[in-house]
């Protein structure tokens, strides 16, 4: 079954750290960009970061630059968002999602994304 499941969300107190993963099963994630998005409710879904799958180029949206890090490990078929310094208003779902190749248009759009996981909740509060 081809999907994508995110884990690592949950409750951090402002200036900790979460890591969120996004594992891919069904099929190889190297050659697909990965991005993640995250979504307040009854908002549209905003692009954080993502990383290609041609050449690991990178997008993060300013908002995160300097605190958020996107990786990816193909042995384990997964990508990881590691949030530091984290904030109240980072407070969102957290999803991945894929899209062959590369990022497409900036800043990452989630029409784009065609694969996308459940979801996980990160809540930043003291």
């Known amino acids: 079954q081809v999907q994508l499941v995110e884990s690592g969300g949950g409750l951090v107190k402002p200036g900790g750290s979460l890591r969120l993963s996004c594992a891919a099963s069904?099929?190889?994630?190297?050659?697909?960009?990965v991005a993640w998005f995250l979504q307040d409710p009854g908002k549209e879904r905003e692009g954080v970061s993502c990383?290609?799958?041609?050449?690991?180029?990178?997008y993060q949206a300013d908002s995160v630059k300097g605190r958020f890090t996107i990786s990816r490990d193909n042995a384990k078929n997964t990508v990881y968002l590691q949030m530091n310094s984290l904030k109240p208003e980072d407070t969102a779902v957290y999803y991945c999602?894929?899209?062959?190749?590369?990022?497409?248009?900036?800043?990452?759009?989630?029409?784009?994304?065609?694969?996308w996981g459940q979801g996980t909740q990160v809540t930043v509060s003291s």
């Open positions: 069904g099929f190889i994630l190297d050659e697909y960009a």
């Open positions: 999602a894929t899209r062959l190749r590369t990022c497409g248009l900036l800043p990452v759009r989630h029409g784009n994304f065609a694969l």
């Open positions: 990383i290609s799958g041609t050449d690991g180029s990178i």
